[in-house]
């Protein structure tokens, strides 16, 4: 058996923490390539309109994904935590349980997915002209809703157990699947945004089945019968940590949603420029939802080891790389931002350039503030990872607010680019409510864990 588990609970933070990035770094690249690979053959071969009809039913695709990935990252915080503490035994039991209740949540969302797409597209004030497209779109992606929890739940499985290898293989086979099927499926059959939709689909199969090779070759995760049997206390658990999660993302999209009901309202051109940026959104985070993920496995499993000085020395190492990072990735944007949009705007002269302008404005304000986003993802991992998902959720909360309050109030003021400063005005509030909350939370623990080992060697000297 190939095997990329790895136990974080001992060497070098920093190294550590890069390594396991790097690998999900690279995947979150070939996961973006398909989506930009999807936006661009939309954009530049299906037209402007059909461009829109992508933005504005991005949220509500969001809003699935957030609330699948949000679950299945709170399961995986059990078991990386089993893993760490050397619980085999509970981590089998953890993983069956958390299948179960992955399909059982996934039945459920689809059925929710299918009867609410149009009321909500009807809601956001989707423009007559694309709402149709948009429908469409969102009918085919939630009847994959399935496919998504599954390979969301695999690659949580092997991300638990230091695993960022495997997932990065899976998403480089899927985003060549991806793209091979864009072009395939839009160009070559004709299908438009069905072709684009179902691509994504398909490319996400490949890539479960190819996390779930490796995981059936892991000889401790060899699962019997009984470890797929629901036990109460154990789902409570994992519900207790998922569930945090899942409404945390739901939350930040039902923002984002009001963000874009505000953007319906000034027309087709204006949609398409924002979604042009909001696909480059992707790559603006690709390393802090990395360095997340690691901070997620790492504060787990050090948590489950018993070493809170690990922890800190962890969440200073990852603090300190998410900052060059951000900096250098918005950098990267400012200058070259204009040529990457170009890759997804196509019409008369007069309206690309229209839609250029407002795209390059609001990927300018969003490069600029990254520093601020990837605090965000640091210390929300690092909380998450140290088993307390309320209040991260809660920093979701405060989020929905600010988006919310200055998508209402700065056009007021500054017309319709106030807009654009939501998303910014969302992550001041989150990193107000997580950076209090982490120095809480990690005073606490430092003060149990250091009363558990004085009370055990007292107990040792009796």
């Known amino acids: 058996m190939a095997m990329h588990v790895k136990n974080m609970t001992t060497g070098k933070p920093?190294?550590?923490l890069l390594a396991f990035s790097f690998s999900l770094m690279a995947g979150n690249v070939f996961q973006q390539l398909y989506v930009v690979v999807d936006t661009m053959v939309v954009g530049k071969y299906l037209g402007v309109t059909a461009l829109a009809a992508l933005g504005a039913s991005d949220w509500l695709n969001w809003l699935m994904l957030g609330v699948i990935q949000g679950l299945t990252q709170g399961f995986g915080i059990r078991m990386a935590q089993d893993f760490g503490?050397?619980?085999?035994?509970?981590?089998?039991?953890?993983?069956?349980?958390?299948?179960?209740?992955s399909m059982l949540c996934a039945a459920v969302l689809l059925v929710i997915g299918q009867l609410g797409a149009r009321p909500m597209l009807?809601?956001?004030?989707?423009?007559?002209?694309?709402?149709?497209?948009?429908?469409?779109?969102?009918?085919?992606?939630?009847?994959?809703?399935?496919?998504?929890?599954?390979y969301n739940l695999l690659a949580c499985i092997l991300r638990s157990l230091g695993d960022s290898r495997t997932p990065l293989n899976a998403m480089i086979v899927a985003?060549?699947?991806?793209?091979?099927?864009?072009?395939?499926?839009?160009?070559?059959?004709?299908?438009?945004?069905?072709?684009a939709a179902s691509a994504t689909l398909i490319a996400q199969a490949v890539s479960s089945g190819f996390c779930f090779f490796y995981i059936i070759r892991i000889s401790f995760l060899k699962m019997e019968r009984t470890d797929f049997h629901l036990n109460r206390d154990l789902t409570?658990?994992?519900?207790?940590?998922?569930?945090?999660?899942?409404?945390?993302?739901?939350?930040?999209?039902?923002?984002?949603?009001?963000?874009?009901?505000?953007?319906?309202?000034?027309?087709?051109?204006?949609?398409?420029?924002?979604?042009?940026?909001?696909?480059?959104?992707?790559?603006?985070?690709?390393a802090g939802t990395s360095y997340g993920y690691a901070m997620v496995t790492y504060v787990g499993?050090?948590?489950?080891?018993?070493?809170?000085?690990?922890?800190?020395?962890?969440?200073?190492?990852?603090?300190?790389?998410?900052?060059?990072?951000?900096?250098?990735?918005?950098v990267c944007m400012l200058v070259f931002g204009k040529y990457l949009l170009g890759l997804f705007i196509s019409g008369t002269p007069e309206v690309v350039e229209q839609t250029m302008q407002i795209a390059y404005f609001y990927l300018a304000v969003m490069s600029v503030s990254l520093p601020i986003l990837y605090?965000?993802?640091?210390?929300?991992?690092?909380?998450?990872?140290?088993?307390?998902?309320?209040?991260?959720?809660?920093?979701?909360?405060?989020?929905?607010?600010?988006?919310?309050?200055?998508?209402?109030l700065l056009p007021m003021f500054f017309g319709k680019v106030g807009i654009f400063f939501a998303e910014t005005s969302a992550w001041v509030g989150a990193d107000v409510v997580l950076v209090i909350s982490y120095f809480i939370v990690a005073k606490r623990l430092e003060v149990k864990m250091t009363n558990a080992v004085n009370i055990q060697e007292q107990r040792g000297g009796v």
Do not use: C
Request: charged share 10%.
């Open 175 to 195: 985003s060549v699947t991806n793209i091979v099927l864009d072009y395939l499926f839009v160009l070559g059959f004709g299908w438009g945004i069905v072709g």
């Open 85 to 101: 503490a050397g619980r085999m035994e509970d981590l089998k039991k953890s993983v069956g349980s958390a299948a179960v209740l």
């Open 236 to 286: 409570i658990r994992l519900f207790f940590l998922g569930l945090p999660m899942a409404f945390q993302n739901a939350i930040i999209a039902i923002g984002g949603m009001i963000v874009q009901f505000a953007v319906n309202g000034y027309g087709v051109i204006f949609i398409a420029g924002f979604t042009a940026t909001n696909k480059l959104y992707g790559l603006l985070e690709i």
């Open 301 to 330: 499993q050090n948590l489950g080891a018993g070493r809170m000085d690990r922890i800190r020395a962890g969440m200073r190492a990852a603090m300190g790389i998410a900052m060059a990072t951000s900096v250098f990735i918005a």
């Open 375 to 408: 605090v965000i993802h640091v210390t929300r991992s690092a909380l998450q990872g140290m088993g307390n998902t309320v209040l991260p959720m809660l920093s979701g909360v405060a989020e929905f607010v600010m988006r919310t309050l200055s998508v209402i």
């Open 14 to 16: 920093a190294k550590l």
């Open 122 to 150: 009807v809601l956001l004030q989707t423009p007559p002209e694309i709402i149709e497209f948009s429908l469409l779109y969102l009918r085919i992606l939630f009847a994959g809703v399935p496919i998504v929890m599954l």
